[in-house]
């Protein structure tokens, strides 16, 4: 009789069991969008939705790049908002009906073209927690409008192109190096508009042999100079819109005559992903300091002479490292850093024997070091480790050194400190991050680490677990 009770229990118990596991994976999201469409011409976009029996709170959202205007369409009783770049949809509570459907219209910028990549995220309430569905990734190409009011120019296909508007285009020139007064070198003066880039970001030019770097003016930025390559670094960009940064190149040979070739490059990331753009050699003098009225001006002369039309940036290709000290094919920084916002809520299951907040370390100030016990993230989560030792080392001078930007955490496993930095939802955006650690700083060995609710899990697992997919 025990048994037949026995077994009726827990045969009731893995049908509860099953009916969860339905209702919080009978859920799928798609959304439509043409292969490729003229600058100019509207986008109509349709998301749908298939929510099964889903009732209570939900919200989809979509990134949306500079260039594009967001036009509404059918909401489904849903709340719609376009906002600071992103689409959202927000139900209070999901209609009956198990298939909603949703309508908006994109209008790209008439001189814009390029590819560009819109994937897009759905989260709602299931048994008291939130779930997430992300919507797998199209890419669309936008045709160059013989409309347009400047010339097009064919951009380089890539991920997640961004319009060069008036009010938002990046652009870089270089003036030709010009003889210092004192006949003891070459200065180079190099303009900055940085449109939409904020954070993160980085010049890097290539400094023919037989010459010296020296740094005058870097506009609070890290410089560095080694093995033909020299570097600006920003955490945070100035917050002029326009500047410039200068430098001297002093000739091991004296009697140098000519003015030295130079080539660089103003690289971050857009969306995540990495970007590169062409520094543009200049024969027009550029001041070092100037109004910011003065400058303006200047860019639109530069604009002119150059012929600089107004294209989707060209984004970099995968990050690789050569065989040259010091340099790399291509350079990777984001302005806008991955989202360190963990989307899992749910109950702390475990801690790690120790965690402690070791530093934040905030641009261009002495590293501040917090001996405190760090709040710990719920769910499952990425984080980038930076260093492990058997004892603990000076993190502050370390830190110093490689100029790691954001909070470190220390926790001892199975004997060693190990130190990490980052709170990424996304294994993706925790790859970036370790990408972006390896190029910006001399640490080689960045790798991601998981963790679920504070204890330290692999990544295999995590990814497993979170659905997502593993990025070589």
């Known amino acids: ?27 799928s999201v798609s959304f439509s969008l043409p292969e490729q469409v003229q600058a100019g011409v509207k986008i109509p976009v349709k998301v749908m939705i298939h929510k099964g029996k889903h009732t209570d709170f939900a919200r989809f959202k ?3 790049p500079p260039g594009f205007k967001v036009e509404p369409g059918q909401s489904a009783n849903s709340d719609f908002t376009f906002k600071d770049g992103e689409v959202n949809f927000i139900w209070l509570k999901l209609p009956a009906q198990e298939d909603i459907t949703v ?53 380089t296909a890539g991920d997640g192109s961004r319009v060069v508007a008036a009010d938002s285009r990046l652009v870089v020139y270089r003036q030709k190096p010009e003889k210092a007064k004192d006949g003891s070198g070459w200065i180079v003066r190099i303009l900055v508009k940085r449109g939409f880039v904020k954070k993160l970001a980085r010049v890097e030019e290539t400094i023919p042999s037989g010459y010296i770097a020296e740094n005058i003016n870097g506009k609070s930025s890290i ?5 033909g390559k020299l570097k600006y670094i920003w955490m945070t960009m100035p917050e002029d819109t326009i500047y410039v940064i200068a ?24 969306n995540d992903r990495p970007a590169v753009k062409k520094i543009i050699p200049v024969q027009e003098k550029i001041p070092l300091h100037a109004s910011g009225k003065e400058y303006a001006s200047l860019v639109a002369k530069l604009d002119k002479s150059a012929g600089s039309p107004m294209t989707a940036e060209t984004p970099a290709k995968p990050l ?17 850093p991955p989202s360190s916002t963990v989307s899992q809520e749910k109950k702390p299951a475990g801690n790690r024997e120790e965690t ?30 930076v260093l492990a030792s058997r004892n603990p080392v000076q993190i502050e001078s370390y830190i110093r050194k490689h100029h790691i930007p954001g909070k470190i955490y220390r ?34 060995s960045a790798f991601v680490t998981a963790y679920d609710n504070g204890k330290r899990i692999s990544v295999r697992e995590a990814l497993d677990r979170t659905g997502q997919k593993w990025f070589k």
């Open 411 to 444: 926790e001892k496993v199975n004997g060693l400190y190990k130190y990490t930095t980052g709170t990424f939802a996304l294994y993706q955006d925790a790859r970036a991050f370790a990408r972006h650690l390896k190029e910006v700083t001399d640490i080689d």
């Open 223 to 227: 410089f560095s100079y080694r093995s």
């Open 247 to 270: 430098y001297k190149l002093v000739p091991v040979d004296k009697n140098a005559a000519e003015p030295p070739i130079v080539t660089g490059t103003f690289s971050y990331m857009m």
């Open 356 to 385: 402690k907040l070791v530093s934040e370390n905030k641009p261009g100030q002495p590293t501040e070091i917090v001996q405190h016990p760090a709040t710990t993230a719920k769910g499952i989560y990425f984080r980038v480790q």
């Open 62 to 64: 979509q990134k949306i």
């Open 320 to 336: 690789q490292k050569n065989n040259t000290v010091g340099s790399t094919q291509t350079a990777t920084v984001s302005t806008n």
């Open 103 to 155: 309508e908006y219209s994109l209008i790209p910028d008439i001189r814009l073209h390029g590819i560009f990549r819109f994937s897009g995220l759905f989260s709602y309430i299931n048994n008291g927690e939130r779930e997430e569905v992300t919507v797998p990734e199209k890419s669309i190409t936008i045709l160059a409008s013989p409309e347009a009011p400047a010339p097009a120019v064919a951009s």
């Open 1 to 27: 009789m025990r048994k037949i009770v026995f077994f009726f229990s827990s045969l009731a118990g893995l049908l509860i069991l099953s009916s969860m596991m339905v209702s919080a994976q009978d859920i």
